[in-house]
Every structure is written in structure tokens, then in C-alpha cells.
Nanobody
Framework: QVQLVESGGGLVQAGGSLILSCAAS????????MAWYRQAPGKQRELVAV???????NYADSVKGRFTISRDNAKNTVYLQMNSLKPEDTAVYYC????????????????WGQGTQVTVSS
């Protein structure tokens, strides 16, 4: 079984920075993409940033220029550097490991982390 453990959330003032990390563990042969999503109270979960196995990245328009996603493939870990935080960034942030294979002939599965709270005060 694959588990994702997130860390790094917390309370920060507007304009501040936080870095989130998410480590995938278990029987892992490969991961296609790793991504961060967020869900604010009363809103749908939305994509924040994604980094694919080919090193391509994609960001939500609302975080472009402020957030940076990075990935350590050897450690199956993804990071989200968040700068110039705004109150509207307040949400629970979730990590997603997309297209996980446990061996070279297995199918692909997706796994979610438990979420970490980010609160930005004005």
C-alpha cells in the first residue's frame, strides 16, 4: 500500500511564506505526476500545481509567480514553496500522487494525502 504524508502547514501572516512537503512511501515503482490541491471552506477542491514525470509543471493562475512546485524523484517527495501568501490562500492543502505503479507490469492508481491546513491572516 502507498501512503502520502504531508507536513509544513500552519498559520502565517499575509505576505509570508511556507513550504509544504509530501512524501510517498510504500511499494512504489514509478509515479507519473505529483500535485498539490487545496480546498477552502464551502468550495470545491482545486488544482494548485502539478509536476509531471517529464519535469513539466502547471500552476493555477491564482498562484503563478508566487508558488513553486518541486519534486525529488529519488525520495518520492514533492514540495510546494509558497511566497507572498494572501488570505485567499487559506485552505486545506492535499497532495496527490498520480499514476502510481507498484511494479513494471502493474496498473496505475492514485493516492491522496490526509491534508494539511494553511491559514493566512490579514
Amino acid at each position: 500500500q502507498v501512503q502520502l504524508v504531508e507536513s509544513g502547514g500552519g498559520l502565517v501572516q499575509a505576505g509570508g511564506s511556507l513550504i509544504l512537503s509530501c512524501a510517498a512511501s510504500g511499494r512504489i515503482f514509478s509515479i507519473n505526476a505529483m500535485a498539490w490541491y487545496r480546498q477552502a471552506p464551502g468550495k470545491q477542491r482545486e488544482l494548485v500545481a502539478v509536476k509531471s514525470s517529464d519535469d513539466s509543471t502547471n500552476y493555477a493562475d491564482s498562484v503563478k509567480g508566487r508558488f513553486t512546485i518541486s519534486r525529488d524523484n529519488a525520495k518520492n517527495t514533492v514540495y510546494l514553496q509558497m511566497n507572498s501568501l494572501k488570505p485567499e490562500d487559506t485552505a486545506v492543502y492535499y497532495c496527490l500522487a498520480d499514476g502510481v505503479r507498484v511494479n513494471s507490469w502493474s496498473g496505475r492508481s492514485n493516492y491522496w494525502g490526509q491534508g494539511t491546513q494553511v491559514t493566512v491572516s490579514s
